[in-house]
């Protein structure tokens, strides 16, 4: 049913997995893990990690089941067609949510940085703009844009965390347990959910060359995440400590600010903003293409093209209504990442669903 | 097809005048540029803000080797904040104020002994400001000091300052940062208490010399035994607890805070000569092994061992006492390890006395704490005054220069004595 077949490999998939979380160390997220672990916010990273690979082996036992299929025509095939619909809608809500948190949250973040006198709705504009043609190209465009724009990315990120080195005080990441074990743990499995973009993969799972290329890119891309994610909240309360580092909602621009050379090299915040805006134009792409192809999926339209203009247009709009930045913040701390786990309970369900009707590939049910 | 991509070509270019943030643009000939702020006490307002913005043009100018125009404006306001000040400024400057370049911030002493740093938060949180900006507390008034700050070497007063905080790994003689990162870190984990930059002006004016009657070599920022120069001596540190500035370190105890602190590079020092207390061997001290410190106990009274291992080079010995033996060498390696025990345990009474561990011991007790809650409820900063802190240095004289040898010269210089 859907309009686009592309063929995305493991690397493709695990990059563009990587490039959507990853663009979240960006914003607010480090901050997060600042505040639940306290010096130990690393350990908070990787605890995420764990928790989110624990998380994300049912999209890839689906994957394994259902290969070249995506997550619409699972939800279809074994909660049957009333419940499927329903569970893809709640998905496609949710990465309609968390696309519009994205895109004003990037917003807000170029506002207060780097373009104060810029409306927002400009900002809003050319985010959804860029984000829609990439969308439209379909997932393989959305792919591999995020795996030409890697790169560049990463490169631009591990810049900035090498040039901070020397300011780190490793003392500043004492004492070793944090706010304590049980908080720590705590905090990791509340913050899980900041991987449950890899709900985006199983979405595009047609675009899948095969079950494996999406267990690889699942993993690998989880995994990418939490130790980029270990190494900045390093890097960040080495250098901020605690106190200023769990108040600090733009930690890669604040490190990119402190890079500071003599005179040879500093203000290195001009080239962060780059990889910022591909960063940005990344993840609104792949989450916007899945909202549409969820979307499409759950009112069983055969392709979803004619949604995305429409949806672009609704969401852009949305992302325009909180009030300010910390309505924002708030939505997202205390709305969307929690759904999150509702989120990434539907694959959870679809599986047991399908171990239970003998769906999928392993019962030779085509 | 072509038409389709001319097409797309047209869309793509409508989208260019977006992205360049046009918004935002400032041309470069319209903007006057801070290089370094100045805060004091204000009169008619909570702060009178010194400016000392850019003359580009003079700056060039004084570059190329001519012009004698001043190659900065200053011109202070009173103003709640930094940014507010702007509003002032722009009532006569007609360029707009911008802070992105300042890369100084003076504080008047009296303030921040008085008031503390409350404009850090504006530092902070202000987009135009940056963390790299390094703090300077500032003996007199800071409107002063940046009149007076008129570098004969540079033409750029703060290119000036920021080659005179290179001097923390050739003299030690001021501390290792005084970023404002630096120091709001500090100030907020409160395992060590921040240092910054200290600077004072001199009197050109004064008949009687300056510094003290001491044989000794006066340390202390504005108390400088010499003639010429910029007005402006920048040396020792200014100490904080909490955000207000508790003492001022002199060059010398700064030089011994590095050392503790583990972040002393190299120096020439003079030490009196053991054999001769009226005359001075000058040797180049350099670091041997990382500064180690242990935390033997904690409690109600911890106690801290701090193990100080140097090198050195001999560099100057007017006596002409014969250190190349090994009797006398050791006796010169224990004088000078002696001398810099006690500016070392005197930095650390002083800082006990202000109840401000600049030193950072709390570094090494932190730890030992498992969790930040058992590191809060311990209270490091009301116990540091009580610490018994023990220590030791260790001097190793390595190479005596070119000649290992008195000179004949030296053998005179030393009789005559």
């Known amino acids: 049913m859907q309009g686009y077949k592309g063929h995305i490999g493991a690397r493709e998939g695990s990059v563009l997995l990587f490039a959507v979380l990853g663009s979240m160390l960006f914003l607010q997220y480090p901050q997060y893990l600042v505040d639940a672990g306290g010096p130990a916010a690393w350990q908070v990273a990787l605890l995420i990690t764990v928790f989110g690979l624990v998380f994300a082996l049912p999209i890839v036992a689906l994957g394994r089941r259902f290969p070249g299929h995506g997550l619409a025509e699972i939800s279809l095939k074994t909660a049957g067609p009333l419940l499927g619909p329903l569970l893809t809608l709640v998905v496609a809500v949710w990465l309609a949510a968390v696309t519009m948190v994205a895109l004003r949250n990037f917003t807000e973040t170029f506002v207060i940085t780097i373009l104060p006198e810029t409306p927002p709705s400009v900002l809003v504009v050319v985010g959804t703009g860029m984000a829609l043609f990439t969308a439209y190209q379909g997932a393989e465009a959305v792919a591999r844009t995020a795996y030409v724009l890697l790169p560049l990315i990463a490169a631009g990120v591990v810049l900035v965390l090498i040039f901070s080195l020397p300011r780190v005080d490793a003392t500043l990441l004492f004492p070793i347990w944090g706010y304590g074990i049980d908080r720590t743990v705590l905090g990791g499995l509340y913050y899980a959910s900041m991987s449950a973009e890899v709900i985006v993969l199983l979405a595009m799972g047609h675009a899948f060359r095969d079950g494996r290329s999406l267990q690889h890119s699942s993993l690998r891309g989880i995994l990418l995440f939490g130790v980029a994610a270990a190494l900045t909240v390093v890097v960040l309360v080495g250098i901020a400590g605690t106190p200023l580092a769990r108040q600090d909602p733009f930690p890669l621009y604040y490190l990119s600010r402190l890079v500071y050379l003599g005179r040879f090299l500093q203000r290195t915040e001009a080239l962060i903003v780059m990889f910022w805006i591909l960063a940005a134009a990344v993840r609104v792409s792949a989450l916007l293409y899945a909202t549409a192809i969820s979307l499409a999926g759950a009112i069983r339209l055969p392709d979803y093209r004619p949604l995305l203009f429409p949806l672009a247009m609704i969401l852009a709009s949305l992302s325009l209504l909180p009030k300010d930045y910390l309505s924002v913040l708030t939505l997202d701390r205390n709305w969307v990442r929690p759904l999150g786990f509702a989120v990434l309970a539907v694959p959870l369900l679809l599986w047991i669903l399908a171990l239970i009707r003998g769906k999928g590939a392993a019962s030779h049910d085509p | ?417």
């Open chain 2, 1 to 417: 097809m072509i038409r389709r991509l001319a097409g797309r070509a047209f869309l793509l270019g409508l989208l260019l005048p977006l992205m360049a943030g046009c918004w935002n643009r400032v041309e470069i000939e319209q903007g006057a540029y801070v290089l370094a702020v100045g805060i004091d006490e204000g009169k008619s307002g909570p702060y009178a803000i010194t400016v000392m913005i850019a003359k580009p043009s003079a700056l060039a100018g004084k570059e190329g080797g001519g012009g004698n125009e001043p190659p900065v404006l200053l011109t202070t306001v009173e103003a709640p904040s930094l940014a507010s000040a702007r509003d002032l400024l722009h009532g006569y400057v007609s360029r707009e104020v911008l802070f992105y370049h300042a890369q100084a911030i003076f504080v008047h002493e009296k303030l921040a002994r008085e008031q503390g740093l409350p404009f850090l938060d504006e530092v902070l949180r202000f987009r135009q400001l940056r963390e790299t900006a390094f703090i300077v507390v500032s003996r007199e008034p800071a409107e002063e000091v940046l009149r007076r700050l008129k570098p004969e070497l540079e033409s750029n007063p703060v290119q000036y300052l920021e080659q005179l905080t290179y001097h923390h790994r050739d003299s030690g003689v001021i501390p290792a940062t005084s970023q404002v990162s630096a120091v709001a870190a500090l100030l907020n984990v409160g395992y060590a208490q921040p240092l910054t930059y200290y600077a004072a002006t001199i009197d050109e004016e004064a008949e009687t010399p300056r510094g003290s009657e001491s044989p000794d070599v006066e340390f202390t920022a504005g108390e400088l035994p010499r003639r010429g120069g910029t007005p402006v001596e920048m040396i020792g540190a200014a100490a904080f607890h909490g955000s207000r500035v508790v003492g001022v370190l002199d060059g010398e105890e700064t030089r011994a805070l590095l050392m503790l602190q583990n972040r002393f590079y190299t120096a020439h020092v003079a030490f009196r000569d053991p054999r001769h207390p009226e005359q001075y061997v000058t040797v180049h001290l350099s670091q041997g092994r990382p500064t180690r410190i242990t935390v033997e106990r904690l409690g109600e009274r911890p106690a801290i061992r701090a193990e100080v291992t140097l090198e050195a080079e001999l560099v100057a010995v007017p006596s002409g006492t014969d250190y190349f033996e090994p009797a006398s060498q050791l006796e010169l390696e224990q004088a000078i390890a002696s001398q810099l025990l006690e500016t070392m345990n005197s930095v650390i009474a002083r800082t006990q006395e202000w109840e401000a561990d600049v030193v950072g011991f709390g570094r090494h007790a932190i730890r030992h704490f498992p969790t930040v809650q058992a590191w809060e409820a311990y209270d490091w900063p009301s116990r540091y005054p009580e610490a018994e802190i023990q220590t030791s240095a260790r001097v190793s004289l390595r190479r005596f220069g070119l000649t290992l040898t008195p000179t004949q010269a030296s053998e005179e210089g030393g009789a005559q004595k």
